[in-house]
C-alpha cells in the first residue's frame, strides 16, 4: 500500500502518508515563471522546505495535474524545460500527469473518457522526458537530497546547484529566463 495525500503537512509524512503533493514549490515556480519571484528563490525555498520535513519524505513534484492547465499551455512551448527539468533534480516524485510526456497542451477530461491523441505526438518533448528519467535512474544524485547552491551572477533568471550522492556530483544550471545568457559561477 502506498498512501499519496492530495495535501501537503511535513507531519502527513511523520504520521500517515508516504507522500503528499507539493502545491508550495509548484506556486514557487508559477511565480518564477511569471516573474514575480527570481529564480533563486526557487531554490531557497526547496532548500527550505527540505529542512521542515522529514529525511524520508517524498514531495510530490509537478508542473500540470488534474487541477491545472497543462504544462506547455502553462510555461510555453519551449520554457516549460527547466521547470520540468528541477522536479526530477530534487528529491521526491517526479509526476508525469497523463500525456504531458508527449507535449499535450488539450486538457484532459477527468470524468470521462479521453483518450490520448496519438497524432499530436511531439517527439521532441517525448525524448527530453525520456533522457531526465534516465538521467535520474542512472545518476543517484539526482535523486539525492543533498543540494548546494551555487551563487551566480544571474541569480534572478539562472539557478545553480551541486546534487551530491557520496562520490558522485552533478553541477545543473537552469535558465529561467526568456532568453540564452552567459553565466558566471
Same mark, same amino acid.
Not at 90 to 94: A, T, Y
Given at each position: 500500500i502506498?498512501?499519496?495525500?492530495?495535501?501537503?503537512s511535513?507531519?502527513?509524512h511523520?504520521?500517515?502518508f508516504?507522500a503528499?503533493y507539493d502545491?508550495?514549490?509548484?506556486?514557487?515556480?508559477? !511565480?518564477?515563471? /511569471?516573474?514575480k519571484?527570481?529564480?533563486? *528563490?526557487l531554490? +531557497?525555498?526547496?532548500?527550505?522546505?527540505q529542512?521542515? #520535513? $522529514?529525511?524520508?519524505?517524498?514531495?510530490?513534484?509537478?508542473t500540470?495535474?488534474h487541477d491545472l492547465?497543462?504544462?506547455?499551455s502553462?510555461?510555453?512551448d519551449?520554457?516549460f524545460?527547466?521547470?520540468?527539468?528541477?522536479?526530477y533534480l530534487?528529491?521526491?516524485?517526479?509526476l508525469?500527469?497523463?500525456?504531458?510526456?508527449?507535449?499535450?497542451n488539450?486538457?484532459?477530461?477527468?470524468?470521462?473518457?479521453?483518450?490520448l !491523441?496519438?497524432d /499530436?505526438?511531439d517527439?521532441k518533448?517525448? *525524448?527530453?522526458? +525520456?533522457?531526465?528519467?534516465?538521467?535520474?535512474?542512472? #545518476? $543517484?544524485?539526482?535523486?539525492?537530497?543533498n543540494?548546494?547552491?551555487?551563487?551566480?551572477?544571474?541569480?534572478e533568471?539562472?539557478?545553480s546547484?551541486?546534487?551530491?550522492?557520496?562520490?558522485e556530483?552533478?553541477l545543473?544550471i537552469?535558465?529561467?529566463s526568456h532568453?540564452?545568457?552567459?553565466v558566471?559561477l
Open positions: 502506498f498512501l499519496l495525500a492530495e495535501w501537503e511535513a507531519s502527513f511523520e504520521n500517515a508516504h503528499t502545491w508550495s514549490t509548484h506556486f514557487v515556480m508559477d !511565480d518564477v515563471y /511569471k516573474g519571484k527570481g529564480a533563486n *528563490d531554490l +531557497k525555498w526547496i532548500v527550505e522546505k529542512k521542515n #520535513y $522529514p529525511q524520508n519524505a517524498l514531495p510530490l513534484r509537478f500540470e495535474n492547465d497543462r504544462t506547455r502553462r510555461f510555453g519551449n520554457k524545460y527547466p521547470f520540468v527539468l528541477l522536479n530534487i528529491s521526491g516524485i517526479p508525469i500527469y497523463c500525456g504531458q510526456e508527449f507535449g499535450l488539450k486538457t484532459p477530461n477527468l470524468f470521462e473518457k479521453d483518450p !491523441d496519438w /499530436k505526438f517527439n518533448t517525448f *525524448d527530453f522526458y +525520456k533522457k531526465v528519467i534516465r538521467l535520474r535512474n542512472e #545518476y $543517484p544524485a539526482f535523486r539525492s537530497r543540494l548546494k547552491i551555487i551563487r551566480n551572477d544571474k541569480q533568471q539562472v539557478v546547484m551541486v546534487k551530491e550522492d557520496g562520490y556530483k552533478i545543473a537552469l535558465n529561467y532568453e540564452q545568457l552567459d558566471n
